[in-house]
Structure formats: C-alpha cells, structure tokens
C-alpha cells in the first residue's frame, strides 16, 4: 500500500523523484554503474543507466 501512495504522489508531481537519481551512466559504463551503487562510500541514492 506504501507503493502506490508513493507512486501517487511521484504522478501527482508532489514528490520530485528525480532528486533521487544521484548518478547518471550510459548503458556502455555499467559496470563502474554497479560498482558505485555497490560502493557505500559513494553517497548514491539511486544509479541510473541510460540507453547511449
């Protein structure tokens, strides 16, 4: 139930998800992708890859 307020509220645009991104990769850069959502040091949130 938790869910679907949270996705209510990222719809409604109340919530800014993308605050949650904290680092950006391309879909060639993986791996140094999942090293640093592994990497606890690293200070990310939420690793986002993208399609280059």
Known sequence: ???KAAI???DSGKVDA???V???YPLDE???AF???ADK?????KVHV???
Do not use: D, F, P
Request: charged share 20%; proline share 0%.
């Open 1 to 3: 139930m938790k869910m």
């Open 8 to 10: 209510e509220l990222i």
């Open 18 to 20: 993308t605050k949650l």
């Open 22 to 24: 904290t680092h950006y």
């Open 30 to 32: 993986i791996q140094e």
């Open 35 to 37: 090293r640093v959502s």
């Open 41 to 45: 040091s690293s200070g990310a949130i």
């Open 50 to 52: 993208c399609q280059n």
